[in-house]
């Protein structure tokens, strides 16, 4: 007889105990609503200012899928998605850049022609997705001249470059292969990290940008930046792996 009171008490224990936790779950989800997207810094109500109590200027991003063809279609799918997440974050259409081939959407293999995603059971990721530069125009004269902002440099594509100022931020993802000291790209010639960190240095010489942020996916990706990358630019670097290891794409 013990033993069943013990039990009934444990249960009338447990019950209580959920009943608890489901009420505090409804009441921080009534106080703190959460939505499905990415909350900037600078996409609050008041306007953002820096230290010195100036206005922060406007946010640009540059997306690249440096690869085509159907067996990348991740590096495109991340691009797609990396455009969605920015545009639900509050950048500007006209601010952001993209780069792809445009070679999977409506690939032969593609069994939802038209549509990309970048999970199994994810949304189309690929509609609205601006075609800036694309094909043949995917190339590193293109990328290094929509970076600096210069318009009479840019061969095809949309024409649009990063018309940045001095109060503004950047960022720049970049998916796709590498190796040691290079990024692939589909048109030659690759990105050789030499060429890249003279291109942001004279960037920052021509003080048209506040920060810049790059995340860069790619195996070796750090190599591009390990031991060589000027520490004076105000540029933060994330990569998916370090100068010598591979980066497993999913």
Known sequence: METHKAYFLSAILVLAMLSFLHVQSVQAARLSPVEPRILM???KDEPEVDDDGEEIGSRWAVLVAGSSGYGNYRHQADVCHAYQLLRKGGIKEENMVVFMYDDIAMHHLNPRPGVIINHPQGDDVYAGVPKDYTGEQ????????????????????????????????????????????????????????????????????????????MYIEACESGSIFEGIMPKDLNIYVTTASNAEEISWGT
């Open 41 to 43: 810094p600078t996409g």
């Open 138 to 213: 995917v190339n590193t004269e293109n990328l290094y001249a929509v970076l600096l902002g210069n318009k009479s440099a840019v061969k095809g594509g949309s024409g649009k470059v990063v018309d940045s100022k001095p109060n503004d931020r950047i960022f720049l993802y970049y998916s796709d292969h590498g190796g040691p000291g290079v990024l692939g790209m589909p048109n030659m010639p690759f990105l050789y990290a030499m060429d890249f960190i003279e291109v942001l240095k004279k960037k920052h010489a021509s003080g048209s940008y506040k920060e810049m942020v």
